[in-house]
Every structure is written in C-alpha cells, then in structure tokens.
C-alpha cells in the first residue's frame, strides 16, 4: 500500500495545500515537521492520533523533524473561547523534556530530529521580526482566522496582543525549518491548519518558494461528541506516572480505556491508532463480528495502542494482570514474577507498612476512617480475599472495589 492509500484507508486526511494526495508518494523532498507546545507535561491521546499520522509517514521512507515549541509554549496556542494562563518558564521547560521522551518513544526512527523553536527565538530582536514577518501579514488576513473570530466577535472574551500574534510565530518556525533545514511540508491536526498556512504565506512572500500542509481530523468521542483525549478534564494522557502536575494515566488504566470502546468505533481506532495493516484487521473484524461478546478487536485495540506507547514489556504485564482480574480466583496464585512483572505498571507498597496507612497512601481511601468503612464493607481484598482491621499486608495484590490495584512487595 502506497503511502498516499494508506493516509486515505487509515483516515489520516483532512484540509490539505497537496491537490492530489499521490503527490506524496514520489515527492522529491522527502521530510517534514510536526510541532507540540509544552502546555502540559504529557501529550494526551488527541495528540497521538496525529503522531500516529506522522509514523505512517516515516515507514514510508520520510526523514521526521518533531518540533517541541518552547517560545510559543510561552504564550500558549490561543484557545477558543478564553485567554490562555501563561506557564512559568521553569514549567514550560520542564513540560519540554517530558515532551521530547514521549515523541521520541513513539516516533521510532534512527533518523529522527528533535528541535525547538526557542532556540531560534530566543536571541531574535523584536523590531527585526516585525520587519520580516509582521510586514507581509495584512490585518484583514488575521482578522479572518475562525479562533480570532471566536474571541472578538459578540460575546466573545477577546484576545490580547500576544495570542493574536501567535500565528505569526508558528508561521515564522517553518519559515526557519525551511531555510535551515529544506522541509517544505507540515503535519498536523486540522484545527492548526490555519496556523500552518501562515508559515506557507512567509515561505511564499520571502523565499518566493511553495511548501505544503498536509492536516489529520480530529478524533471525535462517538459518545460525548468532544475531542478523543481533550487536554482539560477527563483527558487520557501518554504519560504513565505523575511529573509534578497530576497529568497521567496509568498502564492499567490506558489499556483498559481502549479495551472498554465500543463496536461501533473500534474499526476506525484500530486504523488511527495501532500499526496492524489492512489485512490484518480485516481478518481480525472478520473473527469479531462472529463473536462480539469476545471483544477481539478491541483487545487487539488496546494491545496495540498500548504497545506504541508503554513498550512489549508493560503491554504484556497489563494483559496478563486484565486476566487474572476478569477470571475468578485469578489473584490467588499470583507468583514472585507476576508481581515483579505487575509492579512495573501498579503503585507499589511495602508489606511492612500497617494496612489503614497503606489505604491512604494508595489513595484508596481519603481518612483513616473512610478506610476502616471500605474494610467493614469487604471492598479490600489481597490475593482475592477480603480484609478486616485486624489483618496485616503480605505479598500479593492489594485490590478496591473492581479495579484499583496494588501491588504489596
């Protein structure tokens, strides 16, 4: 399958400069830039997807340059409806190194680039980039963008100087990348596609040459109709453990998020988020519609999607530990490499500490009291079997409720 086939089939293709998508199957220059601004300390799933879309380029012979933006993540890509609170420097550079694993992790390519746009904004005079690049924008060009039409229009809250002049900044990045490095294309989710196009104006205007931006849709929660992985409440983040913010989600969780999809939307998660090719998973959705209530395309969802981002090793410790969970009597017999294999994607805690305190550190419980209720109520249990008060922690998995999970060694 042509790579052109493959971004149609896997439905990696939304607005786009390229008027014939085969244009990228003997494109001479064969490299291109996808960004992130370090607004959190984890990309989310949304963000992914897109990833997902930059991978697929890659197999098909594509030198990627990922772009972690630690100028624009100071000012923050301007929302739709409200001002944007800045980061702290300290944050945005912290932000930026948690970023830069996680693309790398899933991105895997010898020859990846990692760059970041304040290197080359950090020593540039303000007078100078208004000259070069706020001189071939028209206030009637910006005033047009739908997200400015959303702040300034009736009711809307406003935009200060700073996020308006945001898209000139983006615009400026890949006016750089091309000079320094040739790139001429841009990836990137569809609601950037007006950005990216600025920096297509600059390259036209200065360098009097065409590049391109090719964009992916958004991912849309067929239940809640909202972004797949928003960044701002129930988000699903790439980020296994805690960097500081609270912007994580464990193994455990990730996996069982994918696996608890419904029918309706496994075909086109499998597509967008796992590397399975079209035979594969035509013969997988084959097997599944024979027998739903095995759920086999959405363990091969989970496996997959978990696999990009966590690795073989954790991937197969959270399938084993799902089945030992689902199984009756499964945490009976768990062994010593069960729970070395389970401690790598489980909080840990030490069988020497008293079980109350053991609660409350885990979080199952927030006082010593509503810990003592959870206990009366038979909702702990180690190795399948309910604890009192009385009991003391020994090796096994510590478990609340369904599926809050511990492992004590």
């Not at 509503?370 to 399948?384: D, S």
Request: overall charge negative.
């Amino acid at each position: 399958m042509k790579l052109s086939e493959e971004l149609i089939w896997r439905g990696f293709s939304a607005k786009t400069t390229i008027n014939d998508p085969e244009e990228l199957d003997s494109r001479e220059n064969k490299q291109f830039y996808w960004g992130a601004d370090p607004s959190a300390d984890s990309l989310t799933i949304g963000n992914l997807a897109a990833l997902m879309m930059c991978a697929c380029f890659v197999r098909h012979g594509y030198k990627p340059y990922l772009l972690v933006g630690g100028a624009t993540g100071q000012i923050g890509d301007p929302k739709e409806n409200r001002e944007r609170e800045l980061k702290s420097l300290d944050e945005v550079e912290h932000n930026k190194t948690c970023i830069k694993k996680q693309l790398e992790t899933v991105i895997k390519a010898d020859n990846i680039t990692m760059v970041d746009n304040f290197d080359w904004f950090k020593d540039m005079n303000y007078l100078s980039f208004l000259r070069e690049v706020g001189k071939t924008f028209s206030m009637t060009q910006l005033l047009d963008r739908q997200f400015v039409q959303n702040r300034i229009g009736e009711g809307g809250a406003g935009i200060s100087y700073a996020e308006f002049s945001y898209t000139l900044i983006q615009g400026y990045d890949f006016l750089h990348l091309y000079r320094k490095y040739g790139i001429d294309l841009q990836l990137c989710g569809a609601d950037q596609y007006g950005n990216c196009t600025s920096g297509i104006h600059l390259i036209k205007r200065l360098e009097n040459a065409t590049a391109d931006v090719w964009s992916t849709p958004l991912i849309i929660d067929p239940v809640t109709g909202k972004k797949f992985g928003k960044s701002e409440g129930n988000a699903v983040w790439l980020a296994a453990e805690d960097n500081g913010s609270g912007n994580f989600t464990p193994v455990f969780d990730f996996y069982q998020f994918w696996i608890n999809q419904p029918d309706e939307s496994v075909e086109h998660l499998l597509k967008t988020y796992t590397t399975l090719e079209k035979p594969e998973i035509d013969e997988l959705l084959a097997r599944h519609n024979k027998r739903k209530e095995e759920r086999l395309a959405q363990k091969a969802l989970a496996k997959g999607v978990t696999e990009v981002v966590h690795g073989l090793e954790k991937t197969n410790a959270v399938i084993d530990l799902t089945e030992k969970l689902f199984t009756p009597g499964g945490f009976e017999n768990v062994s010593d490499g069960d729970l070395t294999a389970f401690s790598t994607i489980l909080p840990n805690i030490s069988p020497e500490k008293p079980l109350i305190d053991a609660l409350l550190e885990l979080g199952f419980a927030d006082s010593k009291k509503k810990a003592r209720e959870f206990l009366n109520q038979g909702a702990i249990t180690l190795n399948g079997k309910k604890l009192t008060e009385e009991n003391t922690l020994e090796k096994g998995i510590l478990k609340k409720g369904k599926n809050r999970l511990a492992v004590v060694k």
